[in-house]
């Protein structure tokens, strides 16, 4: 257990339709990164929040944001979703900056299916 | 623009033989390395990592080795078992970067044959 949580594990919605999936980061940790990962794809970044404030964006869509709110728990909203949006979505926590504090704890994942 | 790649999709070995997994990284200038384990329907989990200033690292039945030179980086899994079977990414960040993230490749499938 990497002592990051997410939820929901599964989460089944149409087109069009907007989610939010849930991330808690390991207790003490100051850095949240949303990552997706589709069918065969490795992990593409989406986004990085350090202590309440937006660190780093990566490939992320228009359509999804994120924010990590004052107790460090962190929300990735996904909008408008289309087919190609169905994927896993990985949180990570660090503790922060530097070297070894960069070392990422992944969540077991979110599966995304989008019909 | 930087990449991180891994030279096989896929490899298979006899249990109890070991592993070697290749990673090619396209920035000189990262400054560390990290190896990730992924078994199915579960989240990357850390393996172990290295500083750039290094070129060698030992772990727990595993070893990471770092060419600089050419840009190589490789894990070996010692006396491979059947629990070894997942997928191994590589990562490297470059703390200089306004950015500092991971930058994953795209992984390996291990498949170790009882």
């Known amino acids: 257990d990497s002592g990051v949580t997410q939820t929901p594990k599964h989460l089944i919605t149409a087109t069009g339709q907007r989610v939010t999936l849930r991330c808690s980061p390991r207790?003490?940790?100051?850095?949240v990164y949303w990552y997706q990962q589709s069918l065969d794809q490795g992990l593409q970044f989406l986004i990085q929040?350090?202590?309440?404030?937006?660190?780093a964006k990566g490939n992320i869509l228009e359509r999804f944001s994120a924010q990590q709110f004052p107790d460090l728990h962190s929300e990735l909203n996904l909008s408008s979703l289309e087919l190609g949006d169905s994927a896993l979505y990985f949180c990570?926590?660090?503790?922060?900056?530097?070297?070894?504090?960069?070392?990422?704890?992944f969540g077991a994942g979110t599966r995304l299916s989008v019909l | 623009g930087e990449s991180v790649g891994l030279h096989l999709p896929t490899l298979s070995v006899q249990e109890g033989d070991n592993s070697i997994i290749n990673c090619a990284y396209s920035?000189?200038?990262?400054?560390?390395f990290i190896w990730y384990k992924q078994e199915s329907g579960k989240g990357p989990q850390f393996i172990i990592d290295?500083?750039?200033?290094?070129d060698k690292r030992q772990g727990q039945r595993v070893t990471v080795l770092l060419n600089k030179t050419v840009k190589h980086l490789s894990l070996q899994i010692a006396a491979t078992q059947p629990g070894d079977s997942a997928v191994y990414f590589c990562?490297?960040?470059?703390?200089?970067?306004?950015?500092?993230?991971?930058?994953f490749g795209k992984g390996t499938k291990l498949s170790v044959k009882p």
């Open positions: 990570a926590s660090s503790l922060g900056q530097g070297m070894a504090k960069n070392i990422q704890y």
């Open positions: 207790s003490g940790d100051l850095s």
């Open positions: 929040y350090y202590n309440g404030e937006e660190r």
């Open positions: 920035n000189s200038a990262s400054d560390y």
């Open positions: 290295i500083r750039s200033n290094m």
């Open positions: 990562a490297d960040i470059f703390l200089g970067g306004s950015q500092g993230n991971l930058i």
